[in-house]
């Protein structure tokens, strides 16, 4: 099979699946014809696993000459001048990027509906959210669209999508991955990552994208390992911890019941399973909230009319310009996140909301330290429930927010965090969520790929 007849093939597969699930918001037919058949022209070099395989991107990860709208009326015609740098690492791994995918608005949500284009449907179940905010990226991947695709995750963003629908995604640790070219969202919080069908996939393309970047002065310059390499089904030895608390309160008992299960798994694979506790994880949410919601004010004061996007029309005077472009720009939810977080960072409620919101979030990451200083991963599930219908939480906010209890305290800690499956409840699919210390992705990787 010819790149370029793989490529072909990808959009024909597209168009018959994608009307069902619109997980798409752009194809990019002629820039990926054109570098599959360039491919094919030069030789695909008999060491590259990823070369000529297409790969689909979520809509906030800036691409050169091809719309980037983070799913809002506000970016609606923007073509950016450049590439993130992780799309330029991609097209040097050889891969071919096939379109955009749809998300949250400003990858601010967790079902894909706070869009202002489209409402994609959970591959499996079309009555059903496919989660969010990488809801495209995780339905594309599931239905069988698309091998691999790319997706954000600030509190979950990745996980949880990939959890809904039954494929493997991947946080990296804060750091590992260059966010130069991410519209950002909480800039504290932001990492892009891959979501995949398998572990293996997933640890190929997270090579290709790690790595320090001097354009994004938080990327480490730790070194990258192979992560590919180890995956060798032993894991005898390994020390799971299973914090009590992420078996608690809200969380299904058929989620509970495949969450246990893993755990059997993990034993009579080698590994140790014990409980222990997270005290300060139910504060997560709310520390989030104020966090994620204080930088997203900040970062989106950009959007104002004048240098980017959608600006109103028959306006009367400057005042005006600010005002309504972004009133008209900006969808409910996103605006719900920038008045939060005025309010937080204001000089009268800065102390009350934001400082304490950052001591908190300091406990949790010590939470965390003290299980990794004796254990080498912790399980648990990805959400609290399978997916849940379209249209059933998307009015009631503080229901949407709990469904991030089990992944946003890995975003604040800065750890990476991985979602695979682990059977179905009613039929929809069950994540698993492996959170690892800093930098550990090597040792989630390896876990996941024996239990797999
Ligand atoms: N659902 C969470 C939120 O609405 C997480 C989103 C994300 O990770 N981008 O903020």
């Known amino acids: 099979l010819s790149s370029a007849e793989l490529v072909k093939e990808t959009f024909a597969k597209i168009e018959t699946i994608d009307p069902k699930i619109e997980a798409f918001l752009a194809l990019n037919k002629e820039q990926a014809l054109a570098k599959a058949e360039e491919l094919d022209q030069k030789g695909i070099p008999a060491d590259s ?5 297409p790969v689909g991107i979520k809509d906030n ?25 992780v799309m330029d690492k991609l097209d040097q791994a050889g891969m071919i990027n096939v379109g955009k995918l749809n998300m949250d608005e400003f990858a601010m949500g967790g079902s894909t509906e706070t869009s202002a284009f489209k409402l994609t449907k959970n591959a499996w179940d079309q009555t059903k959210v496919p989660g969010g905010s990488s809801g495209g990226s995780a339905a594309a991947v599931a239905s069988g669209q698309i091998l691999a695709s790319l997706g954000s995750d600030t509190g979950g963003s990745i996980r949880q999508p990939a959890a809904y629908n039954g494929i493997v995604g991947m946080k990296p640790t804060y750091g ?28 190929l393309i997270l090579n290709a994208i790690a790595g320090h970047d001097k354009r994004d002065f938080t990327s480490s310059a730790k070194e990258v390992p192979n992560f590919a390499e180890g995956l060798d089904g032993n894991i005898k030895g390994l020390k799971i911890a299973l914090p009590k608390e992420y078996l608690g ?27 222990v506790s997270l005290p300060y994880s139910k504060y997560g949410v709310p520390v989030y909230y104020i966090i994620a919601s204080s930088e997203a004010s900040s970062n989106l004061q950009r959007f104002d009319g004048i240098r980017y ?28 996140r920038i008045m939060l977080g005025t309010f937080s960072l204001s000089a009268g409620t800065y102390d009350a909301f934001f400082k304490k919101a950052a001591q908190v979030r300091t406990l949790i990451c010590q939470d965390f330290a003290k299980v990794f200083s004796q254990y ?14 379209l249209g059933e939480d998307i009015d009631d906010p503080v229901t949407m927010y709990m469904n991030d209890i089990l992944t946003i305290p890995v975003n604040l800690a800065g750890l990476p965090g991985m979602s695979l499956p682990a059977g179905f409840a009613n039929g929809l699919p069950v994540g698993l969520q492996l959170i690892g210390p800093q930098f550990a992705e090597n040792t989630i990787y390896k876990a996941g790929y024996a239990f797999e």
């Open 61 to 85: 990860i800036v691409t050169k000459d091809l719309t980037t709208t983070a799913a809002s009326k506000m970016l609606a015609n923007f073509k950016p001048i450049y590439n993130a740098t």
């Open 49 to 53: 696993l990823l070369a000529g395989i």
């Open 376 to 389: 080498d991963l912790i399980m648990g599930p990805t959400a609290p429930t399978p997916a849940f219908g």
């Open 176 to 203: 590992r991955v260059s966010r130069y070219g991410l519209i950002a969202f909480a800039s504290s919080l932001d990492q892009i990552g891959p979501l995949t069908r398998t572990v293996k996939d997933n640890a």
């Open 249 to 275: 309160q809200g969380v299904a008992s058929e989620v509970k019941e495949a969450i246990l299960k893993a755990a059997k798994t993990f034993e009579s694979l080698g590994a140790t399973v014990e409980e």
């Open 309 to 336: 996007g959608f600006r109103a029309s028959d306006v009367k005077n400057l005042e005006d310009v600010y005002v309504r472009s972004r009133s008209e720009g900006f969808g409910d939810e996103v605006k719900r």
